[in-house]
Nanobody, 115 residues
Framework: QVQLEESGGGLVQPGGSLRLSCLASGSVFSFDTMGWYRQAPGKQRELVAIVKSDNTAFISGSVKGRFTVSRDNAKNEVNLHMSGLKSEDTAVYYC?????????WGQGTQVTVSS
């Protein structure tokens, strides 16, 4: 069993920055992939950024150049660094980790970009 603790969401003005963190704990000690998805109201959940165990990262085209993703394997932590935030980035952001073919989701953290 894996528990994911997300933090860092909130309200930010357009052009601002936020950092989301996700700490994984439980009976699994390593993860193949760690990353973030988001779901805006009325839309499907979409991939934002993921990073593999070898630190190879994939960033969605909609946030490339503004968001970066990093992971700390020793802490089983994945972070999403968001800058240049836009109103269309408003969504619930979900942490996702995969280990041995099993995927786990966090409960989500709200990010609202508004003046």
């Amino acid at each position: 069993q894996v528990q994911l603790e997300e933090s860092g969401g909130g309200l930010v003005q357009p052009g601002g920055s936020l950092r989301l963190s996700c700490l994984a704990s439980g009976s699994v000690f390593s993860f193949d992939t760690m990353g973030w998805y988001r779901q805006a109201p009325g839309k499907q959940r979409e991939l934002v950024a993921i990073v593999k165990s070898d630190n190879t990262a994939f960033i969605s085209g909609s946030v490339k150049g503004r968001f970066t993703v990093s992971r700390d394997n020793a802490k089983n932590e994945v972070n999403l660094h968001m800058s240049g935030l836009k109103s269309e980035d408003t969504a619930v952001y979900y942490c996702n980790v995969i280990s041995g073919g099993h995927g786990y989701w966090g409960q989500g953290t709200q990010v609202t970009v508004s003046s």
